[in-house]
């Protein structure tokens, strides 16, 4: 199986970026995606300074790196961020809204579907296939079986990829809650989401932490970890693995997951996490420290 | 503009028909539509009823197929686009992108819908839809500033409706698994958000409790008006703070903007709440008939009446409205 990272959901600045980029090449990885997907406003870099860096990267590596675009597109500017991208002429492109899908899909060039696209059924996958799609990352709120049922019923399939580690991306909205929570307003943001480089942590009144607040977006208060089922993704026919990026230990994530695929799984390794998703249970569910296999909801 | 009024049951689609709804939107009872909830919604015999009370009175009936068809049951999905098309409905409203394919497949002169549940917010995203699927309409999704609504309706080639008054996401519609995450139930592959059976009112110590599987979503004072629990409208702590974090407890209420609306070319406005009362839905659609009915012959110097306002904010969530995305300062 390869392993993949997905693209920064956070807002970090240039230097962070470049420097996380480089340190990311010296990996196991397969496949980096990299591009603004979350907020059409940040601008350390834009859509000019992802084409350059991925150019790069492109040129400096052997990994595949793919081009991710927006998410939530909310005015004209932002689509025009998404034709550069579209328009880039060389990357495949990751396309994370239907608009990115119709731009290459009109112009006739393969393009992968990111997680926000609304993939649940093989009808769909096979239309979008037959529109050039190439790879697909599953939606993260769809069960082992679930996916077990599309790839079943699918007679020819794209490269299937599933966001195994990180925190989900769950929802995105106009609002900024960012700016909310500090009292702003959204057009004199000051960009303060740059200080949450892991976004901002939202607690019940009990303590319990229940999503990430980064700007528009809202993410899972805890990290989606698959680690301890890889046997059973491989056996369902996943090929990618995708990594979500986060600001501390990601080398060490990778390596867990790098190990697992060298036939040396320890899921102690990763310990914490969640994958109530993946057993067709509330995406919160805690890993189950024993008898996880018999809990696994994959059955196919 | 037309005025596309929501019933979970006939009672409800009489008020609707009654106090002058242009077009009723309905739902078969199960999980093809996003207000899957016990007793509400049309089984074929009530739908029937429905289209006959609809055609003795000229207006249109509207189904919503627009949650996405689960993995393995794509068939109970196209069972109901199949329902729909016998009742021969002036539109069907849909999501999903296999679905929709077979509906456009089979039935190629019913009229498709796009739902919000498809969230496209731009000129782009909408060709999509219009140029695989031959759509007439969309749905837009409630996050897009009145410019932007603007801006969209400038470049679009399908008609677009728009949301006047009802419970306000504030996330892209159809992009949002905070519900599933908490509960296993989600609005695209379920047709609910935040359901009936995880919620739970507990008296305790620290005042009532509201709870979604068993996740503490606020603690109300003797004072306060405990609403529903859904998850974006919880009381939450951040940063030490506690807060309602990502919205309060308030509808949506577009009505101000209908001279501006109007002007850009909006078609539609569609008002939410098929999981309402008949009283609800007769009341709303009332005071929405009158609103159209007066921007229509007073364009620009359409106001809103006191009268109005006071019977929509009874009518809604925390006794407050806002005009949510719409207006840049919310955002």
């Known amino acids: ?300 | 503009m037309e005025l596309v009024c929501p019933a979970g049951g006939l009672p409800a689609l009489e008020a609707a028909i009654d106090n002058g709804a242009d077009a009723v939107y309905i739902g078969f009872n199960d999980d093809t539509n996003a207000r899957n909830f016990g007793g509400l919604n049309f089984n074929d015999r009530s739908a029937l009823r429905a289209l006959e009370r609809i055609r003795s009175r000229g207006r249109k009936l509207f189904v919503a197929i627009n949650t996405y068809a689960k993995p393995g049951s794509f068939s109970r999905w196209q069972a109901a686009v199949d329902r729909a098309a016998d009742l021969s409905a002036d539109a069907m409203i849909m999501a999903d992108i296999g679905l929709m394919e077979y509906a456009r497949d089979k039935y190629p002169k019913l009229s498709l819908h796009l739902s919000v549940q498809a969230s496209a917010t731009s000129v782009a995203a909408l060709e999509f839809y219009r140029r695989q699927f031959g759509i007439r309409r969309a749905v837009l999704p409630r996050v897009l500033s009145l410019k932007q609504v603007q801006q969209l309706a400038a470049g679009s080639r399908v008609e677009l409706e728009v949301f006047g008054f009802g419970s306000l996401c504030i996330m892209a519609e159809g992009r949002c698994h905070l519900s599933s995450y908490v509960t296993g139930e989600s609005p695209n592959l379920n047709g609910v958000c935040s359901p009936a059976r995880a919620v739970e009112w507990r008296n305790g110590a620290n005042g009532l409790e509201t709870r979604l599987n068993g996740v503490l979503i606020d603690r109300f004072a003797d004072n306060e008006n405990a609403g529903y629990p859904t998850l974006c409208k919880g009381r939450f702590v951040v940063d030490g703070k506690r807060q309602h974090a990502l919205e309060e407890p308030t509808s949506l209420n577009s009505m101000a903007l209908l001279p501006e609306l109007k002007a850009a070319g909006i078609q539609a406005i569609k008002l939410e709440g098929r999981q309402r009362s008949p009283a609800y839905v007769a009341q709303v659609v009332r005071t929405w008939r009158e609103a159209i009915d007066e921007v229509l012959q007073r364009g620009a110097d359409f106001l809103v009446k006191e009268r109005w306002r006071g019977t929509l904010a009874k009518n809604s969530e925390g006794k407050q409205t806002t005009l949510g995305a719409y207006d840049r300062p919310w955002q």
């Open chain 1, 1 to 300: 199986m390869q392993l993949a990272l997905g693209p920064v959901q956070y807002y970090w600045s240039r230097t962070d970026i470049n420097q996380f980029y480089e340190s990311i090449l010296s990996t196991p990885l397969d496949i980096i995606y990299l591009g603004e997907v979350v907020c059409g406003k940040r601008h350390q870099l834009r859509a000019a300074d992802w084409l350059e860096l991925a150019r790069t990267l492109a040129e400096v590596s052997d990994k595949q790196i793919v081009l991710s675009t927006l998410t939530l597109l909310e005015s004209n500017a932002d689509l025009n961020w998404v034709r550069k991208i579209c328009d880039n002429g060389q990357l495949l492109v990751e396309a994370n809204d239907m608009s990115a899908v119709q731009l290459l899909s009109e112009a006739r060039l393969p393009f992968a579907c990111g997680p926000a696209i609304n993939i649940y059924n093989q009808r769909t996958l096979s239309h979008l296939m037959s529109l050039g799609m190439v790879r697909w990352t599953a939606p993260v709120e769809m069960s082992g079986r679930q996916l077990g049922d599309v790839l079943n019923a699918c007679g020819s399939k794209p490269e299937v990829e599933l966001f195994a580690y990180g925190h989900m991306p769950l929802a995105y909205s106009a609002r900024c809650f960012t700016v909310r929570h500090l009292g702003l307003d959204k057009d004199n943001c000051g960009y303060r989401c740059m200080e949450y480089p892991d976004g901002l942590p939202l607690f019940s009144q009990e303590d319990e932490k229940l999503f990430v607040i980064n700007g528009i977006q809202t993410l899972s208060g805890e990290p989606v970890n698959l680690l301890r089922h890889y046997p059973k993704l491989r056996a369902l026919g996943i090929d990618i693995l995708r990594i979500s990026p986060q600001w501390l230990r990601m080398e060490q994530v990778v390596a867990a997951f790098d190990s697992a695929r060298r036939g040396e799984l320890n899921p102690d390794l990763l310990p914490q996490g969640v994958d109530g998703y993946w057993r067709d249970h509330a995406g919160l569910e805690l890993i189950a420290r024993s008898g996880a296999d018999s809990t696994d909801g994959c059955h196919t």
